[in-house]
């Protein structure tokens, strides 16, 4: 077969499988089938690059080529829904399109979505276009990123569909991603997202789509804007676009009477505790669009729609105790240990009290009446206090001064909201999550040592941090409770395996407090081994782009410490990988030697990130920021405009790609 035509043959194929999957939640085909489509693809576009289309199945990985959004002018303003919170305005509501319309008409009732809103244009069933709300009239253009999103159609399946037009949506991120994704940043001891909300918002935003895609983010559509739309129904609309692959909401009802209304209003606030996402209300718009035309909009929101919002659910239940837990960075966090009670269909014992602040705020004493509420939040909080039911109080709560663990006066920045623990070699909880964290799947990967395996080794002297894991031996480990031969060769053999693993891996390990991931694999690029990283000054740090004054003076804390200079000898005596690989530690030229380099914009040639390894293998330095010892800024299309009015004032030098491959030959 005609290579060309197989290109469109599986793209064909893939688009419907990613229908089935993610849209009907029916796979008809294996994952190894799908990988196996996939592969093909992907080395025939290889092979074939006149037929690249933004809109493959392939680059729903997104890509590192990162860039600055282009704000794009709305079609139709992105107006905000007025707010009720009652159903008497409900039914003001109801009366007053009643009397507006004085005709009969019907109420599409559908969920309100706890997320980021998004614009999709589609123009001859392909999409070309994902721009966010902004200010209503102009938006960030996102669409490398919304490209990403498994449920957003690129392809429209079947027929029908106008040959433009514009559905909005919202993109969320589902309460599991949520929690994996906090259980990751709070393993790396970065700063956990508030709510789902959030974190997705902050997700769509990012510079690279590559992250974006790992994200695991969804999207539901539910308004159709365009000029030969299906119907007159919006609701009918939905249908339609339901047929042509979007993600349309199951719980959406059409209403002809207040009454309906009412009882799916009634249906939904029991139902959204069992849903896989956060949802606030409800959504009430009237069905018909020539109706919708006739009754228009104010000057912020349409006439024929209104958000009605569900009150945060909290119960009111007793305070017990206040317990301490510390983390693997030495935060430490007061918990409220409380009355069982029941909160958005879970039982709920414990509720964060966050910091000394909120302490402080509620003027709490135990055996206090105090209000818990979930609302947006995945961890109950504390909200309030019924002062007025005080009774036979105890204590006043007050938060601690010393570490609940192991006694050591406690540390509070200036700047910072919470307290920890300054005793990093000492600290029993702080010692076994940094070892949990250290063997995960994203740092070393030694998949045979869990939670319980770390509290064995640590509780019977075999592990006191995390240099000690490359000492055990089969022999000593099989005679520990509830571990035999074979599990403890498999543990020694994934030690072993470990030794693999790459430099930025190894950095991100060690635990430094706000060096997550990301953050170590540009330190391990830019400073390219743990000595010149050990030894790096805090302006060197800072100079590194993405690395700002927190993380900077953060990893010289870190490496200050006798303790941790010791630990990095063991681990490089234990054979560890502390320098980078080959292909970016060592310059091939050193036609740059000296310079520091500012790249920026969006690049048709090469990825971002290519273009910083040709800068430092030839010797030159990236930077974030444009300062008067800046060399030269590589520039794209679409420079930050900041960067560009920066350079012409102190005069640096603007050079494009192709000016740029010249100098390195």
Known sequence: MDSKKRILELREQLHKHNHNYYILNSPTISDIDFDMLMRELQELEAANPDMYDPNSPTLRVGSDITKDFKQVQHRYPMLSLGNTYSKSEVAEFYERVKKGLNEEFEICCELKFDGTSISLTYENGKLVRAVTRGDGEKGDDVTANVRTIRTVPLVLSGGGYPREFEIRGEVLMPWQVFERLNEERAAAGEQLFANPRNAASGTLKLQDSSVVAKRGLDAYLYFMLGEQLPADGHYENLKAAA????????????????????????????ERKNLPFATDGIVLKVNSLRQQRHLGYTSKSPRWAIAYKFQAERALTRLNEVTYQVGRTGVVTPVANLDPVQLSGTVVKRASLHNADIIEKFDLYIGDMVYVEKGGEIIPKITGVDVDARFMLGEKVRFITNCPCCGTPLVRNAGEAAHYCPNYSACPPQIKSRIEHFVSRDAMNIESIGPETVELLYNYGLVKDIADIYSLEVEELMFLPRMGQKSAENIVAGIK????????RVLFAL?????????????????????????????????????????????????????????????????????????????GTELLKGQSIVVSGVFSLHSRDEYKAMIENNGGKNVGSVSKSTSFILAGENMGPSKLEKAQKLGVRIVGEEEFLQMIK
């Open 497 to 504: 395996r470990s030794l693999q693993v790459p430099f930025e």
């Open 243 to 270: 047929e042509w692959g979007f993600k349309i909401s199951d719980y959406t009802r059409k209403c002809k009477t207040i009454d309906e209304v009412f009882d799916f209003i009634d249906y939904i606030d029991v």
């Open 511 to 587: 635990g430094i407090r706000f060096v997550g991931a990301t953050v170590a694999k540009r330190l391990a690029r830019s400073f390219k081994s743990v000595n010149n990283l050990m030894n790096a000054s805090f302006e060197e740090l800072v100079d590194v782009e993405e690395i700002g004054e927190r993380i900077a003076a953060s990893v010289r804390e870190f490496f200050a410490n006798e303790v941790n200079r010791e630990l990095v000898e063991k681990l490089k005596a234990a054979g560890l990988e502390f320098e980078a690989g080959d292909d970016v530690a060592t310059p």
